[in-house]
DNA sequence: CACTGGATTGTTAGCGCTCACACACGTCGG
DNA sequence: CCGACGTGTGTGAGCGCTAACAATCCAGTG
C-alpha cells in the first residue's frame, strides 16, 4: 500500500525534477542561484524541493566538483584553552563561509603523529587544513611532509615556508617586560615554556631582548611545561632565590610563559611566606578566564584567540582559491592586561 | 615532454590499474582487504598504489556505499573544559573506528542555533552526531527536530527520548555533600549553575538529597553562570552571611557547582578576610586542571571526560549499525577528590 | 576425459550530481 | 522575412568508486 522503497532512499535530484515537471538540471540550477531560469519556474522547484524535504547530496556534488567544502584542523591538545578557542573561532569562520571542519588531534607527539594526522586528513579529502601545532618539531614535520593541499599554521611558521598566523608573542613579552621594570624592578625573572614550542621561544626573546636593552643581564631562565604543576615547582625555586636573597639578581618580579604555570607560581610564593605583588610581582600570558581571579588576580597577556581563528581561515581559503599572494604571515596584536599581580597595592 | 595533465589530477583507480595490469576491481579488492586475491596480484597492486602515490577518492566511495563514514559533534561551548576533553576523546574514539569528526558550535543559544548546526551536518552527510549541549531547551530542541541520523547526547538525555552519556552528577554531589558533612559541618551551602544546564539541575538535586537524607533544611540557593566572575559575586554574598553570622544556617562549607565558580568564590572569602577551610570549607566540581593550585587546592570531583567521549562514540556506532538495544542511557561514575580546601589543617 | 566447484579476475551498471552542449523560443536589426 | 543573438530549458556524458554478475582458470572427481 505504502509506496515501496520511499523511507529507504533519501530524494534526489531527478525525483524533484520528476515532482516539479522539470529537468534535474533545472533543479541544480535553482540550488546553485543560476539567474537563467524563470521565476515561476524557480518557485515550484522550490516547491518540490520542500515538499519532499530533498538535500543535496554532498558525496556525489564532490566527487563531480572535485570540492569536498572540508577544511581540516590538526591540533595538539585543544584541552588547553588557546587551541580550544582558536578552535572555536575558526570553526565559526569556516561555517560561514560554507566549510565544514573536521578535527584531528594530535596523539602525543611521536614522531609519525603528524604525518598520520594529515593522512588521515587527507583520506577524506579536506581541502586545506590548519594546524595548530606549536611545537617546533612538528612545523619542521610539516615543512619536510608537503601534504597534498594547502596547510596554514596558527603560531607555527615563522621564518618557515608556510603561511601562517601568529600572535606577536615576542610584542607581549616585551610588553610585560617593560611593564615590570617599570614598575621599578631591578630585573625581571623569567618562567618560559617548553623549549620545543615556538610561543615559548619567541616569549623568551622578547623579555630577554628588552632587559638587554635596559642594559639588564638576563637571570637564568627557569622552564617549565605549561601546567601548574611545573610552575609551582619553578615558583619553588624561585622562592627559594628570593629567600636566600644573595646571588647576583635579585627576585622581585616574574614573568611566566602562561596563566596556568603562573598559578604554580603563585602558590609556591605564597606557601613560602612571601606575598605577590609586594614582595615578588607575577605576570602570565594568555588571559584565560580564571586570570582574574587568581590570587592575586593575575597581570598577563591577551590573545584574541577568536581573531586568529578567523584569520587563519581566512589565509586557508586564500590558499585554496588561488588568490593567496605568496607566503603570508599575518600578526596578531597582544594587549597587555595590568591587574593587581604586579601593583604595588597600598595597604597590607 | 613531461605528461600533460599528471600533476592535475590525482591517480584514479583505473590507473593503478593500469600500472599494475589488473582491472580496477581487483584493485578495489586490494584496498578493501577482499580475500579472494592472489598474494603475488596483491603485492602488484600495493606497488603499484604506492609507486603513484594513490588515494581512494573519498567522495566517490561515500556516492557509492551511502556512508559517509564521518560524524558531526555539536558542542555549546568548546573553550570550556569539560566539552573540550569530551571533544578529544571523542575525536581519538571515532578516528580509531575509521571515522571523521567534524565539529559544529553552537552559536551562543539562538533559538534555531541547534536547528542550523543540524542542518548544517546534515548537508554534509554525516552519519550520526554527538550533541554536547547539556542544556534542557537544546535536548528537547533535539528532541522535537528528530533529525535524519541518529543523535547521541552526552550530559543531555536524561528521562527523554534520547541515548546518551552522562556522569552521574548527582551522585557526585552527593559525595562532596556527604564529605562535607562528614567533616563535622552543620549545613552546607550551594552556589549553583545556570538554571537551564541538566547538570546544573542534577547537582543541586544531589546536595539537597544528602541535606534532606540528613534531617538538614537546604540553605538557600545561590546561583552563578559558571563563571569565575558570577562565582566571585556568590562569594561575596556567602562572606556577608558568614560574617553576619545570624540566620538559620551558619555558612561553614560551601559546595560550589564548578571549579571556575569556585575558584571566584575562594576570592571574594579571602577578601572579606574569611579563611578556607578553617572558617568556611569549599568543593567544586570537575577537576579542571588548575583545580590542585587554588588557593588552597581544591576539593572537588573528577569527571573522566575522555571516557564520556569515547563511550558516546561507542554509543553512536551502535546506533549508525543499527546493533544498538533502544534507547540506553550510559553513566559513567564519578570521583571525589579531596584536597586542602576542605581539610581542616592543623597549622595557621 | 568430460564435469563440478572453488578460487581468481574481469565486465557492466549505476550512485547523484555538475558540466558542456544542444535545443527551443523569442526579439531585434537589416 | 531571415539570420544573429539572448534567454530559458533539456540532453548526454562522466566524476571515481563499489556491487552484482560473468568469465576464466585449475584442481579434483567419477
Chains 1, 2 share one sequence.
Do not use: C, K
Not at 584542523?73 to 573536521?102: C, F, H, M, W
Not at 610585560?176 to 615554556?193: F, Y
Amino acid at each position: 500500500m505504502t509506496r515501496p522503497t520511499e523511507a529507504l532512499r533519501p530524494p534526489t535530484m531527478a525525483d524533484v525534477a520528476r515532482e516539479a515537471g522539470v529537468s534535474h538540471q533545472t533543479v541544480s540550477r535553482v540550488l546553485s542561484g543560476h539567474p537563467n531560469v524563470r521565476a515561476t519556474t524557480r518557485e515550484q522547484v522550490t516547491a518540490a524541493i520542500e515538499r519532499l524535504g530533498y538535500r543535496r547530496n554532498s558525496a556525489a556534488r564532490a566527487l563531480v566538483t572535485r570540492r569536498s567544502r572540508t577544511i581540516g584542523v590538526i591540533a595538539v591538545d585543544p584541552t588547553l584553552y588557546g587551541p580550544a578557542s582558536t578552535l572555536a573561532g575558526l570553526q565559526e569562520a569556516a561555517r560561514d563561509e560554507g566549510y565544514l571542519v573536521s578535527t584531528v588531534t594530535l596523539r602525543s607527539g611521536g614522531g609519525h603523529a603528524l604525518e598520520d594526522a594529515l593522512d588521515h586528513l587527507a583520506a577524506w579529502g579536506v581541502e586545506g587544513a590548519v594546524a595548530i601545532t606549536p611545537q617546533r618539531s612538528s612545523v619542521q614535520a610539516l615543512a619536510r611532509l608537503a601534504p597534498p593541499f594547502p596547510v596554514v599554521t596558527v603560531e607555527g611558521s615563522h621564518g618557515l615556508d608556510i603561511p601562517g598566523v601568529s600572535l606577536d608573542q615576542e610584542l607581549g613579552a616585551r610588553l610585560v617586560t617593560e611593564h615590570l621594570l617599570a614598575t621599578g624592578h631591578e630585573t625581571v625573572w623569567h618562567v618560559a615554556g617548553p623549549e620545543d614550542w615556538l610561543e615559548s621561544a619567541a616569549r623568551t626573546e622578547g623579555w630577554r631582548a628588552v632587559l638587554e636593552e635596559h642594559g639588564i643581564r638576563p637571570p637564568r631562565v627557569l622552564r617549565g611545561d605549561w601546567s601548574p604543576l611545573s610552575g609551582y615547582h619553578a615558583g619553588q625555586e624561585l622562592a627559594g632565590l628570593a629567600l636566600a636573597g644573595r646571588g647576583a639578581a635579585p627576585v622581585t618580579a616574574a614573568f611566566v610563559a602562561n596563566d596556568q604555570m603562573a598559578l604554580g607560581v603563585l602558590r609556591a610564593l605564597r606557601e613560602a611566606g612571601i606575598r605577590t605583588p609586594q614582595q615578588v610581582a607575577v605576570a602570565g600570558f594568555d588571559d584565560i578566564p580564571e586570570a582574574g581571579f587568581f590570587p592575586p588576580p593575575l597581570t598577563t597577556v591577551r590573545q584574541d584567540f577568536t581573531a586568529i581563528g578567523r584569520r587563519s581561515i581566512q589565509l586557508l581559503l586564500e590558499h585554496i582559491e588561488g588568490t593567496a599572494a605568496g607566503v603570508e604571515h599575518v600578526v596578531v596584536e597582544p594587549q597587555l592586561i595590568v591587574r593587581a599581580s604586579t601593583r604595588s597595592q597600598d595597604g597590607a
